[in-house]
Every structure is written in C-alpha cells, then in structure tokens.
C-alpha cells in the first residue's frame, strides 16, 4: 500500500524557517517525481514544486521560487521542503505528492494526509 | 488556466451532479480529476479525461478533450460531497495547473 506521510507543519513567525518532511512506502521512491502541493485553509490547491527522480532538477511556483528548497533523499524514501522568509500567505496544509511517473508533467496518484503551517506572530 | 464551475454546487443524495472544467488553451486530454475532504488527503478520481483511477466506483465518470470538460457523479452517496478538482498535465511550467475547486454539498 503506497502510503505519504508529512510532518514538521507548526506555527512560526513571520520571516521564520521551517522544513517538512515525508515518508514515502508502499513504491520505489526513486522512480518518480514528488511534488509539494498546498492548500490555503478555504482556498484551492496549488502547486508549489517538483523534483525529478534523482533530485537533479527542481522546479518552483513564482509564489515560492527564492524562499523554499525541495529535496529528497532516496535512501531514507524521504521529500524535503524546506522554506525560508515565511509570511502569513504561506499559512496553509502542505501536501506531498507523487507523480503517476518519473515524467514532469503528470497526475498525483497519490497524496499524504498534509501537515499544518501557521505563519503568525 | 483551468476555471471550473459552478463554485457551489447543491445536489440532492441519489441525484447526478455534473461538475464543468474549462482551460483557456487546449490540453488535449492530458486532464484529471480530485476529490477533496478535510482532513483527508486529496483522491485521484479520473486521469487522461475519461480514466477512472484504482478502486473509483462507476458513478463517477469523466468526459471531454481539448479545453471543456466534465465530471458526473451518478447516484450521489453521502460520502460524495466534497471540493472536487481539476488538473491539467500538459503546459509547462505546472503552476496555476488546478482549477480554483467546486464543492459539492448536500441539498
């Protein structure tokens, strides 16, 4: 069963530094692209980035692109978000998700459950 | 960019609902479809505009190509009712690739 399970959301203060994390089971990570995917509480999704397989290549949202760094780490079947500069815009559920391939232009097949950051003083 | 309509829909249980999808510029059939409950991971429903995803019950169908699409939901249950999604997976770079949601509440 393919499973993703994020943590380290929490409430920060503005112009604060946090990074996220998720754990991948239930496929082999490194044959696919992962995604970071938000969701601003009562707002739609949006995409924030991806990394390629083996973490050669990243992409960024214009929102996002200069503050937070993605990676990952095949051996520990982990993704990595680490973001930097955070406003209370960034107060949203961060999802990681994978995509249906090692392809940079696909579909989610699967999601995690999300984890919380609260940007806030 | 993808615009889905209406932003709220109220259907009836055991009633269809059929949820719209539009992009502004053609992405063949390179479309997918999600349900979204809160506190819930997101759900792969539908990918290539008409493929139901692993373990989707029938009702849920996907149709379209090019730039209009739609999601129908046959025989409403009440496990249903939720923000349904759409995506696109043809233009480069991904951002603005999810419609801005339409949920689906109980009339």
């Known amino acids: 069963e393919v499973q993703l399970v994020e943590s380290g959301g929490a409430v920060i203060q503005p112009g604060g530094s946090l990074r996220l994390s998720c754990v991948a089971s239930?496929?082999?990570?490194?044959?696919?692209?992962m995604h970071w995917v938000r969701q601003v509480p009562g707002k739609g999704l949006e995409w924030l980035s991806l990394?390629?397989?083996?973490?050669?290549?990243?992409y960024y949202a214009d929102s996002v692109q200069g503050r937070f760094i993605i990676s990952r780490d095949n051996r520990k079947n982990s993704l990595y978000l680490e973001m930097d500069s955070l406003g209370p815009d960034d107060t949203a559920f961060y999802f990681c998700a994978k995509g249906h391939t090692s392809g940079y232009l696909e579909y989610f097949d699967y999601w995690g459950m999300g984890t919380l950051v609260t940007v806030s003083s | 960019v993808l615009t889905q309509s209406p932003a709220t829909l109220s259907v009836s249980p055991g009633d269809r609902a059929t949820l719209s999808c539009r992009a502004s510029?053609?992405?063949?059939?390179?479309l997918a479809w999600y349900q979204h409950k809160p506190g819930q991971a997101p759900r792969l429903l539908i990918h290539?505009?008409?493929t139901r995803a692993t373990g989707v019950p029938a009702r849920f169908s996907g149709s379209g190509s090019g730039t209009e699409f739609t999601l129908t939901i046959t025989s409403l249950q009440s496990e249903d009712f939720a923000v349904y999604y759409c995506?696109?997976?043809?233009?480069?770079?991904?951002?603005?690739?999810f419609g801005q949601g339409t949920k689906l509440e109980i009339k």
């Open positions: 510029q053609s992405v063949t059939t390179n």
């Open positions: 995506q696109q997976y043809t233009n480069w770079p991904p951002k603005n690739t």
């Open positions: 290539g505009a008409s």
């Open positions: 990394i390629s397989w083996d973490g050669a290549n990243s």
């Open positions: 239930g496929f082999r990570f490194d044959d696919y692209a």
